[in-house]
Protein backbone atom coordinates (compact mmCIF):
# COMPACT_ATOMS: atom_id res chain seq x y z
CA UNK A 1 0.00 0.00 0.00
CA UNK A 2 0.93 3.56 -0.26
CA UNK A 3 1.59 6.13 2.19
CA UNK A 4 -1.36 7.98 0.49
CA UNK A 5 -5.11 8.25 2.54
CA UNK A 6 -7.03 5.74 1.28
CA UNK A 7 -10.40 6.34 0.11
CA UNK A 8 -12.98 3.56 0.19
CA UNK A 9 -16.33 4.42 -1.65
CA UNK A 10 -19.03 1.84 -1.12
CA UNK A 11 -22.24 1.71 -3.28
CA UNK A 12 -23.79 0.36 -6.23
CA UNK A 13 -22.36 0.50 -9.99
CA UNK A 14 -22.96 0.37 -13.03
CA UNK A 15 -21.81 0.34 -16.65
CA UNK A 16 -22.42 3.37 -18.66
CA UNK A 17 -22.52 2.94 -22.94
CA UNK A 18 -22.76 5.66 -24.48
CA UNK A 19 -23.17 5.58 -28.61
CA UNK A 20 -22.37 8.34 -30.17
CA UNK A 21 -23.60 8.90 -33.96
CA UNK A 22 -25.40 10.84 -36.63
CA UNK A 23 -29.09 11.05 -37.77
CA UNK A 24 -29.43 11.22 -41.29
CA UNK A 25 -32.79 9.47 -41.82
CA UNK A 26 -36.31 8.10 -40.55
CA UNK A 27 -36.71 4.30 -40.54
CA UNK A 28 -39.21 3.06 -43.22
CA UNK A 29 -41.15 0.74 -40.90
CA UNK A 30 -41.63 3.48 -38.21
CA UNK A 31 -41.60 7.37 -37.66
CA UNK A 32 -38.19 7.46 -35.45
CA UNK A 33 -35.16 8.54 -36.38
CA UNK A 34 -32.17 5.98 -37.28
CA UNK A 35 -29.20 6.26 -35.95
CA UNK A 36 -25.62 5.60 -37.49
CA UNK A 37 -23.08 4.24 -35.19
CA UNK A 38 -20.12 6.22 -35.00
CA UNK A 39 -18.56 5.35 -31.90
CA UNK A 40 -19.02 3.83 -28.55
CA UNK A 41 -17.61 4.66 -24.96
CA UNK A 42 -17.85 2.69 -21.77
CA UNK A 43 -17.33 4.17 -18.31
CA UNK A 44 -17.77 3.09 -14.91
CA UNK A 45 -21.27 5.00 -13.36
CA UNK A 46 -22.55 5.30 -9.90
CA UNK A 47 -20.57 4.76 -7.46
CA UNK A 48 -17.98 3.33 -9.72
CA UNK A 49 -17.57 6.59 -11.35
CA UNK A 50 -17.02 8.26 -7.67
CA UNK A 51 -14.28 5.93 -7.58
CA UNK A 52 -13.07 6.59 -11.11
CA UNK A 53 -13.09 10.48 -10.55
CA UNK A 54 -10.89 10.15 -7.07
CA UNK A 55 -8.78 7.72 -8.67
CA UNK A 56 -8.36 9.90 -12.13
CA UNK A 57 -6.93 12.72 -9.49
CA UNK A 58 -4.14 10.46 -7.84
CA UNK A 59 -5.64 9.23 -5.40
CA UNK A 60 -5.41 5.41 -3.35
CA UNK A 61 -9.05 4.23 -3.94
CA UNK A 62 -10.80 0.91 -3.00
CA UNK A 63 -14.38 -0.31 -3.97
CA UNK A 64 -16.82 -2.19 -2.40
CA UNK A 65 -19.69 -2.48 -4.67
CA UNK A 66 -22.21 -5.58 -6.02
CA UNK A 67 -21.54 -6.99 -9.65
CA UNK A 68 -23.08 -9.81 -11.30
CA UNK A 69 -21.31 -12.74 -12.97
CA UNK A 70 -22.06 -11.09 -16.85
CA UNK A 71 -20.50 -9.33 -19.53
CA UNK A 72 -21.14 -5.87 -17.80
CA UNK A 73 -19.99 -7.04 -14.88
CA UNK A 74 -16.74 -8.19 -16.44
CA UNK A 75 -15.98 -4.94 -18.42
CA UNK A 76 -16.79 -2.71 -15.13
CA UNK A 77 -13.83 -5.05 -13.18
CA UNK A 78 -11.74 -4.28 -15.92
CA UNK A 79 -12.21 -0.60 -16.11
CA UNK A 80 -12.01 0.01 -12.53
CA UNK A 81 -8.73 -2.16 -12.23
CA UNK A 82 -7.42 -0.41 -15.26
CA UNK A 83 -7.73 2.75 -13.65
CA UNK A 84 -5.89 1.07 -10.44
CA UNK A 85 -8.51 0.68 -7.99
CA UNK A 86 -9.14 -1.96 -5.79
CA UNK A 87 -12.53 -3.42 -6.25
CA UNK A 88 -14.26 -5.90 -3.96
CA UNK A 89 -17.59 -6.60 -5.52
CA UNK A 90 -20.40 -8.33 -3.68
CA UNK A 91 -22.29 -11.27 -5.58
CA UNK A 92 -25.78 -9.41 -7.53
CA UNK A 93 -27.81 -11.57 -8.12
CA UNK A 94 -29.79 -11.13 -12.24
CA UNK A 95 -27.63 -8.87 -14.03
CA UNK A 96 -25.22 -5.85 -13.72
CA UNK A 97 -27.16 -2.74 -13.99
CA UNK A 98 -26.58 -0.51 -17.78
CA UNK A 99 -26.97 2.72 -18.85
CA UNK A 100 -27.09 3.01 -22.59
CA UNK A 101 -27.86 6.75 -24.18
CA UNK A 102 -27.90 6.81 -28.33
CA UNK A 103 -26.39 10.62 -28.73
CA UNK A 104 -26.46 12.10 -32.02
CA UNK A 105 -25.67 15.85 -32.52
CA UNK A 106 -24.39 16.40 -28.63
CA UNK A 107 -28.16 15.26 -27.94
CA UNK A 108 -29.21 12.03 -26.28
CA UNK A 109 -32.03 10.53 -28.52
CA UNK A 110 -32.76 7.87 -26.01
CA UNK A 111 -31.70 5.90 -22.71
CA UNK A 112 -31.79 2.43 -22.51
CA UNK A 113 -31.74 0.84 -18.89
CA UNK A 114 -30.76 -2.92 -17.97
CA UNK A 115 -30.92 -4.85 -15.02
CA UNK A 116 -34.19 -4.76 -14.07
CA UNK A 117 -35.67 -4.77 -10.55
CA UNK A 118 -32.65 -4.52 -8.24
CA UNK A 119 -32.27 -7.27 -6.10
CA UNK A 120 -30.01 -7.54 -2.68
CA UNK A 121 -26.30 -8.56 -2.87
CA UNK A 122 -25.13 -11.60 -1.35
CA UNK A 123 -22.48 -12.47 1.29
CA UNK A 124 -19.73 -9.92 1.79
CA UNK A 125 -16.61 -11.17 2.01
CA UNK A 126 -14.14 -10.60 4.81
CA UNK A 127 -11.74 -8.44 2.62
CA UNK A 128 -14.67 -5.76 1.80
CA UNK A 129 -15.34 -5.58 5.58
CA UNK A 130 -11.43 -5.33 6.31
CA UNK A 131 -10.88 -2.42 3.91
CA UNK A 132 -13.70 -0.36 5.33
CA UNK A 133 -11.69 -0.34 8.96
CA UNK A 134 -8.10 0.49 6.96
CA UNK A 135 -9.83 3.29 5.25
CA UNK A 136 -8.88 6.89 5.91
CA UNK A 137 -11.88 8.14 4.25
CA UNK A 138 -15.33 6.38 3.34
CA UNK A 139 -17.65 7.46 0.38
CA UNK A 140 -21.20 5.52 0.18
CA UNK A 141 -22.31 6.57 -2.85
CA UNK A 142 -26.09 5.53 -2.81
CA UNK A 143 -27.81 4.65 -6.08
CA UNK A 144 -30.90 3.06 -4.63
CA UNK A 145 -30.43 -0.49 -5.73
CA UNK A 146 -29.22 -2.33 -2.61
CA UNK A 147 -25.67 -2.18 -1.46
CA UNK A 148 -26.27 0.65 1.40
CA UNK A 149 -29.11 -1.26 2.53
CA UNK A 150 -26.56 -4.26 2.94
CA UNK A 151 -26.21 -5.32 6.72
CA UNK A 152 -23.03 -6.59 6.99
CA UNK A 153 -22.14 -3.31 5.18
CA UNK A 154 -23.68 -1.28 7.37
CA UNK A 155 -22.59 -2.70 10.37
CA UNK A 156 -18.99 -2.39 9.65
CA UNK A 157 -19.99 1.37 8.77
CA UNK A 158 -21.51 2.19 12.06
CA UNK A 159 -17.66 0.65 13.54
CA UNK A 160 -15.41 2.17 11.19
CA UNK A 161 -13.02 5.01 12.79
CA UNK A 162 -12.57 6.78 9.59
CA UNK A 163 -14.90 10.26 8.74
CA UNK A 164 -18.16 9.06 6.65
CA UNK A 165 -19.50 11.07 3.65
CA UNK A 166 -22.58 9.70 2.49
CA UNK A 167 -24.29 10.90 -0.81
CA UNK A 168 -28.22 9.66 -0.19
CA UNK A 169 -30.49 8.67 -2.67
CA UNK A 170 -34.40 8.84 -2.26
CA UNK A 171 -34.98 4.89 -2.91
CA UNK A 172 -31.74 4.14 -0.83
CA UNK A 173 -31.74 3.86 3.37
CA UNK A 174 -31.03 6.48 5.58
CA UNK A 175 -27.41 6.83 6.84
CA UNK A 176 -26.04 5.23 9.59
CA UNK A 177 -25.79 7.13 12.62
CA UNK A 178 -23.16 9.52 13.55
CA UNK A 179 -21.64 10.16 9.91
CA UNK A 180 -19.16 13.24 9.35
CA UNK A 181 -21.33 14.69 6.38
CA UNK A 182 -24.25 13.57 4.27
CA UNK A 183 -24.35 15.14 0.67
CA UNK A 184 -28.22 15.39 -0.63
CA UNK A 185 -28.75 17.75 -3.77
CA UNK A 186 -31.51 20.32 -3.53
CA UNK A 187 -34.29 18.24 -5.70
CA UNK A 188 -33.11 15.13 -3.32
CA UNK A 189 -33.46 16.95 0.18
CA UNK A 190 -36.85 18.10 -1.03
CA UNK A 191 -37.98 14.24 -1.15
CA UNK A 192 -35.94 13.00 1.71
CA UNK A 193 -37.89 15.72 4.40
CA UNK A 194 -40.85 15.24 2.09
CA UNK A 195 -40.92 19.24 2.02
CA UNK A 196 -43.37 20.67 -0.26
CA UNK A 197 -42.66 24.10 1.46
CA UNK A 198 -42.17 27.33 -0.72
CA UNK A 199 -39.42 29.95 -0.81
CA UNK A 200 -35.59 30.25 -2.23
CA UNK A 201 -33.58 26.97 -2.67
CA UNK A 202 -31.67 28.65 0.38
CA UNK A 203 -34.46 28.48 2.52
CA UNK A 204 -35.25 25.34 1.33
CA UNK A 205 -32.04 23.74 1.94
CA UNK A 206 -31.97 25.41 5.63
CA UNK A 207 -34.85 23.99 6.27
CA UNK A 208 -34.74 20.33 4.85
CA UNK A 209 -31.17 20.45 5.70
CA UNK A 210 -31.77 20.96 9.97
CA UNK A 211 -34.56 18.33 9.31
CA UNK A 212 -32.42 15.22 8.16
CA UNK A 213 -29.14 16.22 9.93
CA UNK A 214 -31.52 15.88 12.97
CA UNK A 215 -33.45 12.70 12.07
CA UNK A 216 -30.46 11.05 11.30
CA UNK A 217 -28.26 12.17 13.97
CA UNK A 218 -25.57 13.15 11.14
CA UNK A 219 -23.04 15.90 12.59
CA UNK A 220 -23.33 17.98 9.29
CA UNK A 221 -25.66 18.28 6.07
CA UNK A 222 -24.02 19.83 3.14
CA UNK A 223 -27.41 20.67 0.15
CA UNK A 224 -25.35 20.86 -2.72
CA UNK A 225 -27.29 23.45 -4.95
CA UNK A 226 -25.98 23.58 -8.78
CA UNK A 227 -25.20 26.82 -9.67
CA UNK A 228 -25.51 28.14 -6.10
CA UNK A 229 -22.97 26.39 -4.45
CA UNK A 230 -23.91 24.82 -1.53
CA UNK A 231 -25.49 25.50 1.97
CA UNK A 232 -23.73 23.69 4.83
CA UNK A 233 -26.80 22.89 7.73
CA UNK A 234 -24.41 21.83 11.15
CA UNK A 235 -25.17 21.98 14.81
CA UNK A 236 -25.56 25.65 15.08
CA UNK A 237 -28.72 27.42 14.08
CA UNK A 238 -27.36 29.73 11.09
CA UNK A 239 -26.28 27.65 7.76
CA UNK A 240 -22.97 28.79 5.90
CA UNK A 241 -23.24 29.15 2.01
CA UNK A 242 -20.50 28.34 0.07
CA UNK A 243 -20.87 29.92 -3.27
CA UNK A 244 -19.08 28.66 -6.67
CA UNK A 245 -15.94 30.18 -7.58
CA UNK A 246 -17.27 29.79 -11.71
CA UNK A 247 -20.95 29.73 -13.03
CA UNK A 248 -20.44 27.10 -15.99
CA UNK A 249 -23.48 25.62 -18.29
CA UNK A 250 -21.24 22.41 -18.68
CA UNK A 251 -21.85 18.98 -18.35
CA UNK A 252 -22.83 18.21 -14.69
CA UNK A 253 -23.11 14.07 -14.74
CA UNK A 254 -20.66 13.23 -12.30
CA UNK A 255 -20.35 16.84 -10.20
CA UNK A 256 -22.19 15.07 -6.91
CA UNK A 257 -19.65 11.91 -6.94
CA UNK A 258 -16.70 14.80 -7.61
CA UNK A 259 -18.14 16.93 -4.88
CA UNK A 260 -18.79 14.31 -2.15
CA UNK A 261 -15.01 12.49 -2.55
CA UNK A 262 -13.61 15.37 -2.59
CA UNK A 263 -15.32 16.51 0.94
CA UNK A 264 -14.06 12.68 1.83
CA UNK A 265 -10.54 13.31 1.04
CA UNK A 266 -10.70 16.72 2.88
CA UNK A 267 -12.02 15.11 5.67
CA UNK A 268 -9.49 12.30 5.58
CA UNK A 269 -6.68 15.27 5.39
CA UNK A 270 -7.89 16.67 8.59
CA UNK A 271 -10.27 19.20 7.18
CA UNK A 272 -13.02 20.49 8.97
CA UNK A 273 -16.10 19.62 7.69
CA UNK A 274 -16.90 24.12 6.70
CA UNK A 275 -13.24 23.18 4.70
CA UNK A 276 -13.97 20.20 3.30
CA UNK A 277 -17.22 21.55 1.54
CA UNK A 278 -15.59 24.33 0.45
CA UNK A 279 -12.84 22.81 -1.42
CA UNK A 280 -15.44 20.31 -2.51
CA UNK A 281 -17.46 22.81 -4.26
CA UNK A 282 -14.52 24.33 -5.86
CA UNK A 283 -13.57 20.99 -7.20
CA UNK A 284 -17.55 20.78 -8.68
CA UNK A 285 -17.48 23.93 -10.21
CA UNK A 286 -14.11 23.12 -11.66
CA UNK A 287 -15.22 19.69 -13.08
CA UNK A 288 -18.19 21.25 -14.78
CA UNK A 289 -16.48 23.69 -16.31
CA UNK A 290 -13.72 22.06 -17.44
CA UNK A 291 -16.24 19.83 -19.74
CA UNK A 292 -17.48 17.48 -16.90
CA UNK A 293 -17.29 13.19 -16.98
CA UNK A 294 -16.25 13.08 -20.97
CA UNK A 295 -13.16 15.56 -20.24
CA UNK A 296 -12.26 14.39 -17.02
CA UNK A 297 -11.60 10.93 -17.95
CA UNK A 298 -10.12 11.63 -21.05
CA UNK A 299 -7.14 13.75 -19.39
CA UNK A 300 -5.62 14.33 -15.53
CA UNK A 301 -6.92 17.10 -13.58
CA UNK A 302 -5.20 20.33 -14.16
CA UNK A 303 -2.93 22.61 -11.90
CA UNK A 304 -5.00 24.40 -9.71
CA UNK A 305 -6.14 27.45 -11.25
CA UNK A 306 -3.39 30.35 -10.17
CA UNK A 307 -5.33 33.49 -8.46
CA UNK A 308 -5.80 36.14 -11.12
CA UNK A 309 -2.66 38.55 -10.64
CA UNK A 310 -0.50 36.02 -8.93
CA UNK A 311 2.40 34.69 -10.60
CA UNK A 312 5.56 34.96 -13.19
CA UNK A 313 3.78 33.96 -16.08
CA UNK A 314 0.66 37.15 -15.03
CA UNK A 315 4.19 39.43 -14.07
CA UNK A 316 5.43 38.58 -17.63
CA UNK A 317 2.19 39.49 -19.74
CA UNK A 318 1.84 42.68 -17.73
CA UNK A 319 5.82 43.46 -17.96
CA UNK A 320 5.30 43.01 -21.97
CA UNK A 321 1.56 45.05 -21.56
CA UNK A 322 3.40 48.36 -19.65
CA UNK A 323 6.69 48.30 -21.80
CA UNK A 324 4.82 47.93 -25.17
CA UNK A 325 3.24 51.26 -24.54
CA UNK A 326 7.00 52.90 -23.26
CA UNK A 327 5.52 52.68 -19.24
CA UNK A 328 7.45 52.08 -16.23
CA UNK A 329 7.85 48.85 -14.09
CA UNK A 330 8.26 49.65 -10.37
CA UNK A 331 8.72 46.87 -8.25
CA UNK A 332 8.86 45.97 -4.30
CA UNK A 333 9.33 42.98 -2.09
CA UNK A 334 9.23 42.02 1.83
CA UNK A 335 7.77 39.56 4.06
CA UNK A 336 4.09 41.24 3.85
CA UNK A 337 3.51 38.56 7.16
CA UNK A 338 0.52 40.40 8.56
CA UNK A 339 -0.55 43.76 6.29
CA UNK A 340 -0.80 46.90 7.74
CA UNK A 341 -1.43 49.88 7.08
CA UNK A 342 2.58 50.73 6.96
CA UNK A 343 2.66 48.18 4.55
CA UNK A 344 -0.33 50.09 2.74
CA UNK A 345 1.64 53.20 2.79
CA UNK A 346 4.49 52.02 1.28
CA UNK A 347 2.56 50.00 -1.28
CA UNK A 348 0.85 53.01 -2.67
CA UNK A 349 3.90 55.12 -2.47
CA UNK A 350 5.26 52.98 -5.00
CA UNK A 351 2.75 52.39 -7.59
CA UNK A 352 2.72 56.62 -7.73
CA UNK A 353 6.02 55.94 -9.49
CA UNK A 354 5.33 54.56 -12.58
CA UNK A 355 2.65 52.44 -14.11
CA UNK A 356 2.18 48.81 -12.40
CA UNK A 357 3.70 47.51 -9.24
CA UNK A 358 5.16 44.15 -8.96
CA UNK A 359 5.62 42.58 -5.62
CA UNK A 360 8.34 39.92 -4.79
CA UNK A 361 7.00 38.25 -1.93
CA UNK A 362 9.46 35.94 0.13
CA UNK A 363 8.27 32.39 0.35
CA UNK A 364 7.62 30.62 3.27
CA UNK A 365 10.83 28.93 3.66
CA UNK A 366 12.97 31.95 2.94
CA UNK A 367 10.38 33.72 5.57
CA UNK A 368 11.73 31.18 8.15
CA UNK A 369 15.37 31.63 6.91
CA UNK A 370 15.11 35.41 7.43
CA UNK A 371 12.92 35.83 10.68
CA UNK A 372 13.18 32.49 12.21
CA UNK A 373 11.18 29.50 13.11
CA UNK A 374 8.32 30.94 14.19
CA UNK A 375 7.78 32.71 11.03
CA UNK A 376 5.42 33.32 8.86
CA UNK A 377 2.50 33.44 10.68
CA UNK A 378 0.47 33.33 7.22
CA UNK A 379 1.29 31.29 4.29
CA UNK A 380 2.55 32.62 1.18
CA UNK A 381 -0.75 31.55 -0.49
CA UNK A 382 -2.73 33.83 1.52
CA UNK A 383 -0.26 36.76 1.68
CA UNK A 384 -0.34 36.28 -2.27
CA UNK A 385 -3.60 37.06 -2.27
CA UNK A 386 -4.07 39.29 0.23
CA UNK A 387 -1.73 41.81 -1.81
CA UNK A 388 -3.08 41.29 -4.98
CA UNK A 389 -6.38 41.92 -3.94
CA UNK A 390 -4.82 45.56 -3.17
CA UNK A 391 -5.73 48.33 -5.64
CA UNK A 392 -2.28 49.43 -5.70
CA UNK A 393 -0.74 46.05 -6.80
CA UNK A 394 -0.49 44.82 -10.43
CA UNK A 395 1.20 41.36 -9.84
CA UNK A 396 2.25 39.09 -7.07
CA UNK A 397 5.79 36.74 -7.65
CA UNK A 398 6.99 34.67 -4.88
CA UNK A 399 10.54 33.87 -4.58
CA UNK A 400 12.32 31.20 -2.43
CA UNK A 401 15.61 32.77 -2.08
CA UNK A 402 16.81 35.48 0.99
CA UNK A 403 16.82 38.33 -1.36
CA UNK A 404 14.87 38.91 -4.39
CA UNK A 405 18.32 38.96 -6.81
CA UNK A 406 17.23 36.22 -8.96
CA UNK A 407 13.72 37.57 -9.59
CA UNK A 408 14.51 40.76 -10.36
CA UNK A 409 17.16 39.52 -12.60
CA UNK A 410 14.54 38.57 -15.45
CA UNK A 411 11.65 41.24 -14.10
CA UNK A 412 14.25 43.89 -14.37
CA UNK A 413 11.78 46.64 -13.24
CA UNK A 414 12.59 50.13 -14.13
CA UNK A 415 11.88 51.71 -10.37
CA UNK A 416 12.79 49.41 -7.47
CA UNK A 417 11.69 50.43 -3.86
CA UNK A 418 12.68 49.51 -0.39
CA UNK A 419 10.95 51.23 2.76
CA UNK A 420 12.04 53.48 4.69
CA UNK A 421 14.35 51.93 7.22
CA UNK A 422 17.32 52.41 4.39
CA UNK A 423 17.03 55.68 4.82
CA UNK A 424 19.45 58.03 7.13
CA UNK A 425 22.92 56.29 6.72
CA UNK A 426 20.63 52.73 6.84
CA UNK A 427 21.68 49.12 5.56
CA UNK A 428 23.23 48.62 2.42
CA UNK A 429 20.89 48.08 -0.53
CA UNK A 430 22.45 44.74 -1.78
CA UNK A 431 19.97 45.07 -4.71
CA UNK A 432 21.04 48.74 -6.10
CA UNK A 433 24.28 47.67 -7.68
CA UNK A 434 22.00 44.81 -9.44
CA UNK A 435 18.95 47.37 -10.69
CA UNK A 436 21.67 50.04 -11.98
CA UNK A 437 22.76 47.05 -14.73
CA UNK A 438 19.99 47.28 -16.83
CA UNK A 439 19.65 50.98 -16.17
CA UNK A 440 17.15 51.10 -13.18
CA UNK A 441 17.50 53.06 -10.07
CA UNK A 442 16.61 52.52 -6.82
CA UNK A 443 14.37 54.61 -4.34
CA UNK A 444 13.41 54.47 -0.46
CA UNK A 445 9.98 55.70 0.31
CA UNK A 446 8.90 56.65 3.63
CA UNK A 447 7.25 54.28 6.29
CA UNK A 448 4.72 55.35 8.60
CA UNK A 449 6.03 55.43 11.95
CA UNK A 450 5.36 52.92 14.95
CA UNK A 451 4.24 50.45 12.06
CA UNK A 452 5.67 47.02 12.01
CA UNK A 453 4.87 43.50 11.83
CA UNK A 454 7.33 42.69 14.76
CA UNK A 455 5.65 45.73 16.98
CA UNK A 456 2.48 44.05 16.04
CA UNK A 457 2.97 40.39 17.19
CA UNK A 458 4.61 41.59 20.34
CA UNK A 459 1.39 43.79 21.06
CA UNK A 460 -0.54 40.74 20.70
CA UNK A 461 2.01 38.73 22.54
CA UNK A 462 1.94 41.21 25.77
CA UNK A 463 -2.00 41.40 25.55
CA UNK A 464 -1.81 38.24 25.84
CA UNK A 465 0.29 37.48 28.76
CA UNK A 466 -1.56 40.20 30.90
CA UNK A 467 -4.90 38.18 30.61
Known amino acids: MSGRPLLVVVGDTLLDRDVEGAVRRIAPDAPAPVLDEEHVAERPGGAGLAALLAARHGHDVALVTALADDAAGARLSELLTAAGIRVYPLPLPGATPEKVRLRAGGQILLRLDRGGTPQPPGAAPDAALAVLH ?178 ETEAGRLIAEIRARGGTVVSTGGCFDLLHVGHLATLRAARRLGDCLIVCLNSDASVTRLKGPDRPLNGETDRSRLLAALDCVDAVVVFDEPTPEAVLSWLRPDVWVKGGDYADGGPHLPEAELVERWGGRTVIVPYLDGRSTTRTIAAAQAATTRR
Do not use: M
Not at 150 to 174: F, S
Not at 270 to 295: I, N
Open 134 to 311: AASAILVSDYGRGVARHPQLRGALQDAKAPIVWDPHPNGPAPVPNVRLVTPNVAEVRRLADDAGSGSTLATAQRAGHLLRRRWRAGAVAVTCGADGAVLCHSGPTPLVIQVPVVSDGDTCGAGDRFAATAALGLAGGALVSEAVQEAVAAASAYVAGGGVAAALTRSDPPPATPERIG
